[in-house]
């Protein structure tokens, strides 16, 4: 009976080390290459698509700042009501892409999520 108790405990004590001995190559393969929001290859189409026609550099059509470059974006995004604009709905005042339909959701939450990552290139 006490054996088998051992036994028990024995068993018990392996599987708690199993589990907290995570190895470095474990930990690697939670990290998905594609958490990390690039500008690259997740923002700079977004924008192209529905920004620069308007935001070029030089802007044109009125707008005031160009987003054609990561650090023009992340200055505007950093010192503007940008965000903001963004998720208003259109015909509302401020409403971006102006004259134009509202960004996906989806996209929405790429470049917010970007900019909390800290605009990773
Ligand atoms: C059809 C042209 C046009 C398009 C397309 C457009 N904008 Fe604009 N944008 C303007 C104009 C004109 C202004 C200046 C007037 C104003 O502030 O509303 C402006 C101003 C802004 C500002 C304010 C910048 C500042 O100086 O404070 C932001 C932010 C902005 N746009 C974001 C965007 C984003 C993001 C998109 C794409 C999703 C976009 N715009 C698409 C014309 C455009």
Same mark, same amino acid.
């Given at each position: ?12 004590? #392996?599987?708690?080390? &199993?589990?907290?001995? !995570?190895?470095? +190559?474990? /930990?690697?393969?939670?990290? *998905?290459?594609? @958490?990390? =929001? ?21 802007? #044109?059509?009125?707008? &005031?700042?160009?987003? !054609?470059?990561? +650090?023009? /974006?992340?200055?505007?995004? *950093?010192?503007? @009501?940008? =965000? ?38």
């Amino acid at each position: 009976m006490k054996f088998t108790r051992f036994i028990f405990a024995f068993a018990i004590g #392996i599987l708690l080390w &199993s589990c907290t001995n !995570t190895s470095e +190559s474990d /930990l690697i393969e939670q990290v *998905e290459p594609e @958490d990390i =929001i690039t500008y690259t290859e997740h923002i700079k189409p977004i924008y192209e698509n529905n920004c620069i026609n308007c935001h070029s550099n030089p802007a #044109i059509n009125g707008a &005031s700042m160009p987003f !054609t470059t990561l +650090s023009e /974006l992340r200055n505007s995004i *950093e010192n503007t @009501d940008h =965000i903001d604009r963004i998720n208003r709905q259109p015909g509302e005042g401020g409403f971006m892409p102006l004259g134009g339909t509202r960004l996906p959701q989806v996209s929405i939450d790429l470049i917010e999520q970007w900019q909390s990552e800290g605009f990773a290139e």
